[in-house]
């Protein structure tokens, strides 16, 4: 995957502060149009501000152009491994696309009704996020919960190194890095770096999987 150089990632961080002030994407938005449409002006907006153009935006991502345009004009909501790629063509985490706002404070609590959350909306996948957008340490906790049969699909790696830490809260999760299957039942905890394209599925037909990680991106 293409990287932006320094300069452009300066650009987006500045780029996405001013985009959360005007434009935050609602936890809780009455219909997945709505869901789509606030998606999608955000995504514009920040291209806007970064002073890229679509075309160099599907560069960065290695989304396409088609498929970013469709996405901007709230037309179709984006899967999980296209929405992770947009994030990383503007060089910032998917919390901060999905307008995770930084939080200096020392103490924050996050309540559940102000949950920041994203749902797949072919497969059903949902995450939530469950800590601040710390911009000092690059650590951030989530929660997944990954349907009965389901599977996240392929991930691409990150710009920056990358660690996740992993536990399963309920049901069977097979977490699949480096061509490895990895099969986690509840209470299993599982460590990993993200050197290459990885993915998770719920191979159990009846049952949801959730589980709860902790991603620290090195800075």
């Not at 991502?61 to 909501?77: F, N, P, W």
């Not at 992770?84 to 910032?92: E, K, L, M, S």
């Not at 299957?181 to 990993?192: E, K, M, P, Q, S």
Request: hydrophobic share 40%; proline share 7%; aromatic share 6%.
């Amino acid at each position: 995957m293409n990287q932006p150089p320094p300069s452009s990632k300066r650009a987006s961080a500045s780029a996405v502060t001013s985009v959360q002030r005007g434009l935050a994407l609602a936890t809780k938005p009455s219909s997945d149009e709505a869901i789509s449409q606030a998606l999608g002006q955000r995504i514009k907006a920040l291209r806007a501000r970064s002073g890229l153009t679509l075309e160099q935006l599907s560069q960065r991502s290695g989304v396409s152009r088609a498929m970013l345009s469709t996405i901007e004009r709230g037309e179709k909501s984006p899967t999980l491994p296209i929405i992770v790629r947009i994030a990383a063509g503007f060089g910032i985490s998917l919390s901060t696309l999905l307008g995770a706002e930084p939080d200096p404070s020392s103490v924050a609590v996050i309540r559940a009704a102000h949950r920041i959350v994203f749902r797949d909306p072919e497969t059903g996948f949902e995450r939530w996020m469950l800590s601040p957008a710390h911009v000092d340490n690059g650590v951030e906790f989530v929660l997944h919960r990954l349907p009965a049969g389901c599977s996240t699909g392929l991930l691409p790696v990150y710009a920056s190194p990358t660690e996740k830490y992993l536990t399963v809260h309920s049901g069977t999760l097979s977490v699949v890095v480096d061509d490895q299957r990895h099969v986690l039942h509840t209470g299993d905890a599982i460590y990993f770096q993200v050197q290459a394209p990885y993915r998770f599925l719920n191979e159990d037909p009846r049952m949801d999987c959730t589980y709860y990680m902790v991603i620290a991106r090195k800075r």
